[in-house]
């Protein structure tokens, strides 16, 4: 299916910076996201990926409606859910459902993980009536590949990749359309990222799931992603399928990012450009204009100070044949560049 289920339009959280103590006065803001555009359609993996800070998780919380937006809209299904309240947010709230990055703060440690995972059974009656939810909350334990029989354990009696699967039963309990994952491996040892990656396209499948994924880690998008979105400095600034975006990078940060990436294979590695990039990211108080990526880009000239490039597809490509490079780039100079050539 090809129909957008959320749609994202120039969506911006921007957190005020104050002075004074008995009168204060605004003197500036945090821009953590400051006009993303994009879409999430029915069924797919979107990835979302960037170095910390650059807003992932923030654009996570407003999706969810953890955080309310500055400025921008969030449709689901057609509907805008940034001015939604009272009932009519708690029905929102039900379908899109958050899995967070952190399995050993996520987790009241008072609470047993039957209590966790029927939570939100309390909050939402409807779904389950009383009578029939710690069936459904042993059936949710077996789901995820844990024992049903585990239901009265507290949360300090299991390991994280183990916390993180008692996370993604909890947001399974509302038989909810999106999950939104933010950087749910993260804080795991590397043997138990795959078991929960693996876990989640199961369950994908199994419950016509749609996914945000949010990570820093460009190998693990990859293998679960359809779609790619690359974020700097709180907007996305490149975004196209997976293979797009890996094997034909246009915007000079994601082939600086991708440079980056451990290669497996020694001769491959030797071929492999590394793009070092210079300086530091700016401050998200204070953003450079036109080209956010523009001090430490090697491409960069005086038009890239002057006008923002948008998220669109590059210029270069647009007389060329139809190839792999169509993808949105929000650059004045965007180009195809191999960044990891296969070995032969």
Known sequence: MTEAILEVRDLAKHYPLTQGILFKKQVGAVRAV???????????????????????????KMIVHLERPTAGTIRYKGEDITK??????????????????DPYTSLNPRMTVGDIIGEPYDIHPEVAPKGDRRRRVRELLDVVGLNPEYINRYPHQFSGGQRQRIGIARGLALQPEIIVADEPVSALDVSVQAQVINLLAGLQDEFDLTLMFISHDLSIVRHISDRVGVMYLGRVVELGRDEEIYDHPTHPYTQAL???VPVPDPEAREHRERIILGGDVPSPANIPSGCRFRTRCWKAQERCALEVPLLAVPAVFRLAEPGPAQHPSACHFAEEKKVVPTAE
């Open 34 to 60: 400051d006009g993303v555009d994009l879409d999430l359609i029915t069924g797919e993996t979107l990835g979302i990926v960037g170095e910390s800070g650059c807003g992932k998780s923030t654009l996570a």
């Open 84 to 101: 939604l309240s009272g009932r009519a947010l708690k029905a929102v709230r039900r379908n899109i459902q958050m899995v967070f990055q």
């Open 258 to 260: 991708l440079s980056a």
